[in-house]
């Protein structure tokens, strides 16, 4: 019997016959168990940004009644002098690291996938993780206050368990930079690569790397200080030392890297509201990632170093920074000029935040100039403050600008005229009060809650900030009731592509499905990928 083998055929698909598409992730549990289980990451940053929103709000009404106090120690109407201290400090961690950077880390989860073409977030279930570990120490903390702990309570077991918390905190917020960023460099569609990366994908790309840096920084403070509180040293752990070695992350140049996000949405935002190819994108992107480096601010401590603001490389620093903030909106104004400006909410209010960033950028530079003698006043303060309403406009804008795509609802869009108003007045008042107390010679409050000098114009810095504070709190608030009724799943429903965007996250439903895209990510060309398919072209501009 003779057996005989042949070679099977070569099966030459059908081109008129579409390949099958590998099968679809199956839907995510609903309800309680599925946002406790979830690895989604289109859920984590809904629960990032819903919850840090909350604590936003309430930390600037905690915040605006330290201001309210007026500096004056006799005539205190809310907090005694034993706690105004502590709820000073409380209000700026929470305010920061409650607020904002877990604002913005749950924009980037949601949006930097999409925008890049990745149907998921790098590391999916860590994402999740950084979620819960932050909420977990940021209950931690606050009851760590509650108990009289913090920084300088006078409860030792409280005080340890703030160290515990605080860390908490900002390792889960590093933990969720990581997804981000590995997100970006290692996830992006076919043709992507970094010269055409969306402009808020490339901040959060900048921002979560010099988030890292300065963490790892923190945490070692937060360590050593730990360390000497627990064996009862009197040099780190000493209750008048503890928070002055934590403020460089609250003073520039570090708070400046705490607004980076916005340049991104700015520019996403203007690059939709002007209807036209951005131009020079390139250069554009090299701007956002000077502002970072110009914002690395670990060495600054002047705890260990007060001198430092005098030296060269602060003063350079400081300095230098302006610049590539004016290329990013010279290049926008560029754009506006050349395309038809369709003045949308997001585009509003993110300019209000880079016209305070630039002010921050500016009012930081004269801080180094050693003449003016504005070193060590609140003026430094005013700085942060005017930084820290920048980065409220970012997260605001940002909400405009994707809050249908996040929730599949329309977002109500004339609010974001008021918010405009409300922010850009509320950020320059909050700032202008330090500013100009600073000015004056005014000194920060002391840990005892009390004030070595009071500048003569006390009085109307308090209320300035406070006015500010509360506008800004008011802001906030007004950002919620106009995204509440799209996260409720009320109101019309948006469109897949509302804005005629540019970038592939306007390419999927709203909201998304599981899997992101139903469809194959085109080939990214150019930094405009859905402008080269209604143009059926492929111009590459950098």
Not at 251 to 260: D, E, F, I, K, T
Not at 400 to 422: M, T
Request: proline share 6%; glycine share 12%; aromatic share 8%.
């Amino acid at each position: 019997m003779t057996v005989t083998e042949s070679k099977p055929e070569t099966v030459v698909p059908d081109p008129g016959i579409t390949p099958a598409q590998p099968p679809l992730p199956p839907e995510p549990a609903k309800g309680f168990a599925g946002i406790l289980g979830t690895a989604d990451h289109k859920t984590v940053g809904r629960l990032y940004v819903g919850v840090s929103l909350l604590f936003l709000t309430a930390f600037l009404v905690t915040s605006m009644l330290v201001k309210a106090e007026g500096m004056q120690q006799d005539s205190l109407q809310f907090l005694n002098v034993a706690t105004i201290f502590e709820v000073q400090t409380l209000s700026q961690i929470g305010v920061v690291f409650l607020g904002l950077m877990p604002a913005f880390l749950g924009l980037a989860l949601f949006v930097v996938p999409l925008q890049v073409g990745s149907p998921t977030i790098a590391f999916p279930r860590a994402a999740a993780a950084s979620f819960w570990g932050w909420l977990l120490g940021a209950g931690l903390l606050v009851a760590s206050y509650l108990g009289n702990g913090g920084p300088v309570g006078a409860n030792i077991e409280m005080v340890k368990l703030f160290f515990v918390a605080f860390a908490m905190v900002i390792v889960s917020l590093g933990l969720a930079s990581v997804c981000v960023i590995t997100t970006v460099a290692t996830a992006r569609a076919e043709g992507m690569n970094l010269l055409r990366v969306p402009l808020f994908s490339w901040s959060m790309l900048v921002a979560g790397s010099m988030w890292l840096l300065h963490s790892a920084a923190l945490l070692a403070n937060l360590l050593i200080v730990s360390i000497d509180t627990t064996h009862g040293q009197v040099l780190y752990g000493d209750p008048a030392n503890r928070w002055i070695q934590l403020t460089w992350i609250f003073a520039q140049p570090a708070v400046l890297c705490l607004a980076l996000p916005l340049l991104g949405v700015f520019g996403d935002a203007a690059i939709v509201a002007t209807r036209i190819r951005p131009a020079r994108y390139g250069v554009s992107l090299g701007a956002i990632g000077a502002v970072g480096a110009l914002s690395f601010g670990a060495y600054a401590q002047t705890a260990f170093h007060p001198g430092l603001i005098t030296e060269a490389l602060f003063v350079l620093q400081s300095l230098a920074v302006v610049l590539p903030l004016l290329v990013l909106l010279g290049g926008i104004g560029d754009s506006v000029r050349r395309g038809r400006l369709r003045v949308t909410s997001a585009f509003l209010v993110s300019l209000a935040g880079m016209l305070l960033l630039l002010g921050a950028a500016v009012a930081g530079g004269l801080y180094a100039i050693e003449p003016l003698n504005l070193g060590f006043t609140v003026w430094g303060a005013g700085v942060a403050n005017a930084a820290t309403a920048a980065a409220i406009a970012g997260v605001a804008a940002g909400l405009f600008h994707w809050g249908s795509k996040i929730w599949g609802h329309r977002v109500a869009e004339p609010i974001g005229k008021l918010v405009f108003l409300v922010v850009l007045g509320g950020g320059v008042l909050y700032a202008a009060g330090e500013l100009i107390a600073g000015a004056n010679g005014q000194l920060p409050v002391l840990p005892d809650g009390s004030v070595e000098n009071l500048a003569a114009n006390a009085e109307l810095g308090a209320l300035l900030s406070t006015v500010g504070c509360g506008l800004l709190a008011a802001g906030t608030l007004l950002v919620i009731l106009a995204v509440l009724p799209a996260a409720l799943r009320r109101g019309p429903k948006a469109d897949a592509d509302p804005w005629g965007g540019q970038t592939l996250e306007w390419t999927t439903s709203s909201p998304p499905h599981p899997a992101n895209f139903l469809d194959p990510v085109p080939e990214v060309r150019s930094p405009s990928p859905l402008l080269d398919l209604r143009e059926g072209t492929s111009k590459e501009i950098v």
